[in-house]
């Protein structure tokens, strides 16, 4: 057999989350994200794994909040309208100090919206999307190859800093086949000693709890949470830099959009526009420090973008707008074309100049 | 692969390239002089489907018919009325395209009593080795009956569309000749033919018989 096999997103994350040892999935069916559910209930039982289809995607979180308690890996996955459902589940997690890997396979909205894919749902990701404060790890991966590696890399970093973790995908890398090798896979041990796995009579309970009855201490787990988040700060960016070395202009792409943007490089490239991209791989946290170095050096930066302008803020923000930031977008399930991007670079240039 | 029958019928798991292949045959049916049109079943998948190749087989003269909702922002599961065209008129060829696994071959289910009754059909059973669920004898013998339950009509004969995308090696789909062997041999079924895309199809030929150059459907805005 070849060690190759051709397979859609939504399966590639299935199977890389069991390759992760993650034995437990709870979720409900929406498109475009249901092959998840479909492949974990085809594989789950033949590995002694746990499937449940739940009831609704607000049962599937709470499950997950549960398995997640004992220490086990869990997954839950979903798009968009499904993913709002999840939110007050995903702030109990976060103030539970819980790991697991929530799965959003986007579409376009706000609302119902539509079942094409979307980027739109980086505000929820990255800045919230349930009630306080608090931060998911968020991935956004590029190809059907790279939903194998972050979803391992997802599970690892959750539990390292017991935070619940969020891989942002979208309807296209969900729906799209890609040849994946499935075996660069590392699961790491991380500290469970919180974990609720009995006593056994020979240590004092565990709790897991996101109440607290005094405001002094709410506050203190909140301070100490933040110093977690302070180190993920430091230690977790990941991003992708593309011929960057001499770029006057910066296009700055996350997942599927970053796809179309290294087309759109290569055509300006070759009318010798020097052009690179950053790629954040993780939205949170956003690689503010390359942002900011390259704001030394470019022009102006474009955001390319399948939403109105939501990253576009993050790239201001990491930048301390000392360069202007051009969008592109699309929105509503289209996806831009690589002419699309390439007149918005130009456009840069132009703006670049002026100043 | 010539002498059709009036309905050819494509099913498989998820993924293993019925839509491309569909296409392909009934261009090449039009070709060859019978009247024929494609109809896509599949209600199951929200992207890549038939409807993407509306331009070519219009240019081909090949009618399309399909959901009203295909390729739009709607999530409804419906068949347009004129699909019973497929089982009404008798005049005409089909080729259709079933959605994947059991989900997919349900909605065959519809059709199924005036397709056995006619009694003119061939179900071919595409198989794809480089899928993970189906990578082996016993696991796509599984996904076949599952298939077979659901739409009721027994497969008739094997089309091997092993292949990764557009890495595909010819080395690739003539490794997997020995698979598509194995399973026809199992369930008595002939293999039809091995659908190879355009670009290695030569080199492929030379080893493996009955092969068929597929013209792939590719809308991606990205080739990297």
Not at chain 1, 339 to 350: G, K, M, R, T
């Amino acid at each position: 057999m070849a060690d190759k096999v051709l397979m859609k997103g939504n399966e590639a994350i299935a199977e890389a989350a069991i390759m992760a040892g993650c034995n437990f999935y709870f979720g409900y069916p929406i498109t475009p994200q249901t092959e998840v559910a479909a492949y974990m209930a085809k594989r789950m039982p033949k590995i002694g794994g746990t499937f449940l289809q739940a009831e609704s995607e607000v049962a599937a979180i709470n499950m997950c909040i549960g398995v997640a308690s004992t220490g086990k890996r869990v997954m839950t996955s979903s798009s968009s309208p499904g993913v709002s459902l999840k939110a007050e589940g995903i702030s109990y997690m976060a103030g539970c100090d819980l790991p697991a890997l929530i799965v959003n396979v986007q579409r376009g909205g706000p609302g119902l919206g539509g079942i094409q894919p979307s980027q739109s749902d980086y505000f929820q990701a990255v800045k919230g999307g349930g009630h306080g404060d608090y931060h998911l790890f968020v991935v956004a991966p590029a190809s059907v190859q790279e939903m194998v590696s972050l979803t391992a890399h997802a599970f690892n970093v959750a539990e390292k800093y017991r935070v619940p973790a969020m891989l942002l995908a979208d309807g296209t890398l969900g729906q799209m086949m890609e040849p994946v090798v499935l075996d660069n896979i590392t699961v790491e041990e991380h500290d469970k000693s919180w974990a609720l796995t009995g006593t056994k009579m020979e240590r004092e309970h565990n709790v897991i709890n996101s109440l607290s009855m005094l405001p002094e201490e709410l506050e203190q787990w909140n301070i100490d949470r933040f110093k977690r988040y302070e180190a993920m700060e430091e230690q977790e960016p990941m991003w992708e830099e593309y011929e960057m070395e001499d770029a006057e202009v910066c296009v700055v792409a996350f997942g599927i959009s970053s796809r179309v943007s290294k087309n759109a490089i290569m055509a300006a490239r070759a009318k010798g526009l020097k052009v690179g991209m950053i790629r954040p791989i993780t939205l949170w946290p956003f690689p503010k420090k390359v942002l900011r170095a390259a704001a030394d050096k470019v022009k102006a930066f474009v955001t390319v973008e399948m939403n109105m302008g939501q990253m576009f803020e993050d790239v201001e923000l990491a930048t301390r707008c000392l360069k202007p930031v051009l969008k592109c977008n699309r929105t509503g399930g289209c996806i831009p074309t690589p002419e699309h991007v390439l007149s918005v670079i130009e456009d840069a240039f132009n703006v670049g100049g002026e100043q | 692969m010539k002498n059709y029958k009036r309905l050819v019928l494509f099913a498989g798991h998820y993924g293993s390239g019925k839509t491309n292949i569909a296409v392909n045959v009934a261009i090449d049916m039009k070709r060859s002089g019978y009247d024929v049109a494609i109809a896509d079943l599949d209600i199951v998948n929200p992207y890549y489907r038939t409807k993407d190749s509306e331009d070519e087989l219009e240019a081909a003269g090949v009618p399309l018919i399909s959901s009203e909702y295909a390729n739009s922002n709607v999530d409804v599961p419906a068949l347009p009325q004129d699909m019973y065209s497929l089982v009404d008129n008798k005049e005409r060829y089909f080729v259709i395209d079933i959605g994947g696994d059991d989900r997919g071959a349900l909605a065959l289910g519809r059709y199924t009593p005036f397709i056995l009754e006619e009694n003119n059909y061939e179900m071919l059973l595409v198989i794809n080795q480089y899928r993970p669920l189906t990578r082996d004898l016993q696991s796509t013998l599984e996904v076949m009956r599952e298939m077979e339950a659901a739409g009721g009509i027994p497969f008739t004969g094997i089309v091997n569309n092993s292949n990764l995308g557009r890495d595909t090696t010819p080395e690739d789909v003539i490794a997997s000749d020995a698979y598509a062997r194995e399973i026809a041999a199992a369930t008595g079924l002939c293999l039809r033919m091995t659908t190879v895309k355009e670009d290695i199809a030569e080199e492929v030929a030379r080893v493996i018989p009955n092969v068929m150059p597929l013209h792939l459907q590719n809308k991606r805005l990205w080739n990297n």
